[in-house]
Antibody, heavy 121, light 110 residues
Framework: QVTLKESGPVLVKPTETLALTCTVS??????????VSWIRQPPGKALEWLAH???????SYGTSLKNRLTISKDTSKSQVVLTMTNMDPVDTATYYC?????????????WGLGALVTVSS | QSVLTQPPSVSAAPGQKVTISCSGS????????VSWYQQLPGTAPKLLIY???ERPSGIPDRFSGSKSGSSATLYITGLQTGDEADYYC???????????FGGGTKLTVL
């Protein structure tokens, strides 16, 4: 059974750095056909792809947030961590991690429940 | 502004059919597979269609997809009230080297 679970702070202050952890089970982060992505959704708005990491440690970032994001993984702990610097109230959103299938295609077959992060002083 | 363009809303009566379009460019839909996601109110998105027209196990055949050029379409037949949700298309953009989504389409079953 594949599961992903996001964890991290519920509330962060402007200018602080957000660190979110995605703990996965039911598959290995070393599987070459799979990866993990972070996707966010501001309240009432659309999904926004943020970043992904593959088993070979290949990483990609969304162009608008590239300078603020870092994604990493600890395969032994089955965890993927996303850090976002210089948080702003517009970054208030539900942050999802999702498993990627990327052998020839690119789609998200399992999603976590999401973690709502509010940015406020 | 989303890279992929979807209509903000569509509606139809129970039992009817609805189509949701997703328009992109050669750098995304035109040269990559498209996936579709259903997001019921207050829940995480769920994979409906992958590789343009493939259904994961457990997804009823009322849901289907197609792709032509730089556009894709989601078809839902035999509409049910439980289908009321937001629907998103997604793909990889080879120029941006990033995943991209549409702006989402809210389906109302009248």
């Amino acid at each position: 059974q594949v599961t992903l679970k996001e964890s991290g702070p519920v509330l962060v202050k402007p200018t602080e750095t957000l660190a979110l952890t995605c703990t996965v089970s039911g598959f290995s982060l070393s599987n070459p056909r799979m990866g993990v992505s972070w996707i966010r959704q501001p309240p009432g708005k659309a999904l926004e792809w943020l970043a992904h990491i593959f088993s070979n440690d290949e990483k990609s970032y969304g162009t608008s947030l590239k300078n603020r994001l870092t994604i990493s993984k600890d395969t032994s702990k089955s965890q993927v961590v996303l850090t976002m610097t210089n948080m702003d109230p517009v970054d208030t959103a539900t942050y999802y991690c999702a498993r990627i299938r990327h052998s020839g295609s690119y789609y998200f077959d399992y999603w976590g429940l999401g973690a709502l992060v509010t940015v406020s002083s | 502004q989303s890279v992929l363009t979807q209509p903000p809303s569509v509606s139809a009566a129970p039992g009817q059919k609805v189509t949701i379009s997703c328009s992109g460019s050669s750098s995304n839909i035109g040269n990559n597979y498209v996936s579709w996601y259903q997001q019921l109110p207050g829940t995480a998105p769920k994979l409906l269609i992958y590789d343009n027209n493939e259904r994961p196990s457990g997804i009823p055949d009322r849901f289907s997809g197609s792709k032509s050029g730089s556009s894709a379409t989601l078809y839902i037949t035999g509409l049910q009230t439980g289908d009321e949700a937001d629907y998103y298309c997604g793909t990889w953009d080879s120029s941006l080297s990033a995943g991209v989504f549409g702006g989402g389409t809210k389906l109302t079953v009248l």
